[in-house]
């Protein structure tokens, strides 16, 4: 248990070393402020967790940074000493579709003209709605049909919208809003992965920080003159808590506020959704999918009923042969049932695309994030009730000692990891009273950096 040394009625209190915390905290600390951040899983990062599997490595969660050219993520990452590197899943020099109704791959030029309606599709859904579609699948139905295109031109193009949409929102399209890539911010460029995972940007971020491991908070009691934060290993005391946990977890209540949360605080934490995205990880041998061994092919199954519409070839930045399967919605949530037949399911896809040349993985890894109880769910979405004021309501300040940050509590940037940052950035800025900017240095090299994330990046206190 914590001693009476550790109630500092000064200090800042993070609660939560995913990207928020680690960001607010940094800040604080590097503009004279006492900070502790009290995380309850035995590894700092959250959401962002790299893992060894058979030798590569592989994000969990957070994989990629949307936005190459102007993604602050990408400055962040260079500052530190971290190599970059495209990973575009649309580039059409990088892509195979695979359409299983007509058994056959699409041709280059005819996958670069979906591409670009794809593109145009996806502007047109950015702008404000005027279909009046009560959710995005049905919105999606009338932005790709409204010329009246040949069936399989039509069944091609929808289903590349709306999987994309899907995978970007974390759910089935009929549970999202309509409205959902109406909002955010877009960052130039295309997509990119920091070589080796995301968990080397981590091990920058908590470098030199107060971080106590294994401490589950219970419950929150904040007044005028301060706040004070119980856990399972003791309590704290402090002048400000920084709450940056996933929607997921403040929607199941296992924290208690006291007093309770103000009601448009919990209208927000109930109308922004949760979504519902896992992933199966393959490592291989050798890269069969690829028809140019030293070139990404990620791998479209054109398969309304799929379970996996897309493979990421992340092999170049896991460092080993690495294909990823991305499953949403119910998919997601049947994975984490039961993993097995699942995982039997991709490998048959697999199969059908490349017959008699697809080879046994060495390993498979699967995620679980909706039934981690740290999580609860993979990152915040759009259902058709969330609005603006939601995301409003979720982030403003309680009392003035209470703060919240997160990535749900971005609206221009939610699901990312680079608006979780700058949440992490403004309440830092909130706290100090004026505006602050992260910035890192270049990342001391682990003696042994697989077995360091197989380990769980334990760089903290459990005491």
Request: contains cysteine; proline residues 5%; glycine residues 10%.
């Amino acid at each position: 248990m914590e001693t009476e040394t550790d109630r500092n009625v000064d200090r800042v209190i993070v609660v939560g070393a995913g990207a928020a915390g680690l960001a607010a905290a940094r800040l604080l600390q590097s503009h004279g402020r006492d900070v502790v951040v009290l995380e309850g899983r035995t590894r700092v990062g959250g959401r962002m967790s790299t893992v060894d599997v058979d030798g590569a490595l592989v994000d969990e969660g957070a994989a990629w940074i949307d936005g190459h050219k102007t993604n602050p993520i990408v400055g962040l990452a260079g500052s530190a000493g971290l190599a970059t590197m495209r990973a575009d899943y649309v580039d059409p020099f990088r892509v195979g579709a695979f359409d299983p109704v007509r058994r056959r791959w699409l041709g280059r030029v005819e996958s670069l003209r979906h591409i670009v309606a794809i593109a145009r599709a996806t502007e047109r859904l950015s702008e404000p709605d005027t279909t009046e579609a009560t959710n995005l699948a049905e919105r999606i139905d009338r932005v790709v049909d409204r010329r009246g295109r040949a069936d399989d031109v039509r069944r091609v193009r929808r289903f590349l919208v709306r999987r994309s949409a899907e995978l970007n929102w974390a759910d089935r399209a009929d549970l999202l809003g309509a409205h959902a890539t109406e909002s955010g911010m877009v960052y130039a460029g295309r997509e990119s992965v920091i070589v080796g995972g995301y968990g080397r940007l981590v091990d920058v971020l908590a470098a030199g920080l107060d971080i106590r491991l294994e401490h589950v908070v219970e419950s929150i009691r904040y007044r005028n003159e301060g706040v004070e934060v119980v856990t399972t290993k003791g309590t704290f005391s402090g002048a400000h808590a920084i709450v940056t946990v996933p929607l997921g977890v403040l929607k199941a209540g296992t924290i208690a506020f006291d007093p309770p949360l103000p009601a448009a605080k919990v209208a927000a934490i109930e109308g922004i959704g949760v979504g519902r995205l896992e992933k199966i990880i393959f490592r291989f041998d050798e890269p069969f999918w690829r028809t140019n061994p030293t070139r990404a092919r990620n791998l479209y199954n054109i398969d309304d009923d799929t379970p996996c519409p897309i493979f990421f070839d992340l092999s170049a930045g896991a460092g080993r042969p690495t294909l990823v399967a991305l499953l949403t919605g119910d998919h997601g949530t049947r994975l984490v049932g039961d993993p097995e037949p699942m995982i039997a399911q991709a490998l048959a896809i697999l199969e059908t695309m490349f017959p008699g040349r697809v080879t046994k993985p060495t390993a498979a890894h699967t995620t679980a994030w909706q039934l981690d109880p740290l999580a609860l769910g993979s990152y915040s979405t759009v259902r058709p009730e969330t609005s603006e004021k939601h995301f409003a309501d979720l982030l403003a300040p309680v009392a003035s000692r209470l703060l919240f940050a997160g990535e749900a509590t971005n609206v221009l940037r939610s699901g990312y990891v680079d608006g979780a940052v700058d949440s992490g950035v403004r309440e830092a800025s909130r706290i100090l009273g004026h505006d602050v900017k992260l910035e890192l240095v270049r990342a001391p090299l682990h003696e042994n950096r697989r077995e360091a994330y197989a380990h769980g990046h334990v760089a903290a206190r459990r005491d």
